[in-house]
């Protein structure tokens, strides 16, 4: 139902930030708990970070937590990723999905996907 696209990936040195944007169509957007997944070359979609619906609880992977951080601006219809100190092994696909619940690290209880924005930290 809803369609979510992502920007903001890129190039960057490492220890240097990008921020990652995640647009959605839904005017519903407020009631859709968010999360941010990556994918690298060879390896599993792994969980990155997740906020509920109200903007009141996150969750992190334990390796970006003090570097990452997700938020969301419901009038904007929007949720962003704040990532700083970056490292080479953060290399990966970046997804942005969505559900209707409480906020999760289970990839497969989110229903709706963006098409991913690639990023590349260089050592």
């Known amino acids: 139902q809803v369609q979510l696209v992502e920007s903001g990936g890129g190039l960057v040195q490492a220890g240097g930030s990008l921020r990652l944007s995640c647009a959605a169509s839904?005017?519903?957007?407020?009631?859709?708990?968010m999360g941010w997944f990556r994918q690298a070359p060879g390896k599993e979609r792994e969980f990155v970070a997740a906020i509920s619906w109200s903007g009141g609880t996150t969750y992190y992977k334990d390796s970006v937590k003090g570097r990452f951080t997700i938020s969301r601006d419901n009038a904007k219809n929007t949720v962003y990723l704040q990532m700083n100190s970056l490292k080479p092994e953060d290399t990966a696909v970046y997804y942005c999905?969505?559900?209707?619940?409480?906020?999760?690290?289970?990839?497969?209880?989110?229903?709706?996907w963006g098409q991913g924005t690639q990023v590349t930290v260089s050592s």
């Open positions: 839904e005017r519903t957007f407020s009631n859709y708990a």
């Open positions: 999905a969505a559900r209707q619940g409480g906020s999760s690290w289970l990839d497969h209880l989110y229903d709706h």
